[in-house]
Nanobody, 121 residues
Framework: VQLQASGGGLVQAGGSLRLSCAASGRTIRSYAMGWFRQAPGKDREFVAAITWSGGSTYYADSVRGRFTISRDNAKNTEYLQMNSLKPEDTAVYYC???????????????WGQGTQVTVSS
């Protein structure tokens, strides 16, 4: 599976962005999907994850209530709607696919190339 993340950009604090992760080469229908982020000088951290059916979601405490993960298996795409953005959300955001719903990067087998999100104060 090849994953291509897009939708990043520069936004003011309080604004919104919607990230997309398009898959090719294989359907993502059977995979849990997730989003991670990495800020300069920091480790990659979990943001959100969703089961293969979309029936269950899981969020990091830092984004719960502001971000929403979703997926459209027919379009082979997952999304991350980010609202009420804060400067501390600034990072490169990566999409990932794996066999189980997890908050550990090591559980994911497939990764996108990352898209930069910058939130100005």
């Amino acid at each position: 599976v090849q994953l291509q993340a897009s939708g990043g950009g520069l936004v003011q604090a309080g604004g919104s962005l919607r990230l997309s992760c398009a898959a090719s080469g294989r359907t993502i229908r059977s995979y849990a999907m997730g989003w991670f982020r990495q800020a300069p000088g920091k480790d990659r951290e979990f943001v959100a994850a969703i089961t293969w059916s979309g029936g269950s979601t899981y969020y990091a405490d830092s984004v719960r209530g502001r971000f929403t993960i979703s997926r459209d298996n027919a379009k082979n795409t997952e999304y991350l709607q980010m609202n009420s953005l804060k400067p501390e959300d600034t990072a490169v955001y990566y999409c990932a696919g794996g066999d189980v719903l997890a908050d550990s990067a090591s559980e994911y087998d497939y990764w996108g190339q990352g898209t930069q999100v910058t939130v100005s104060s």
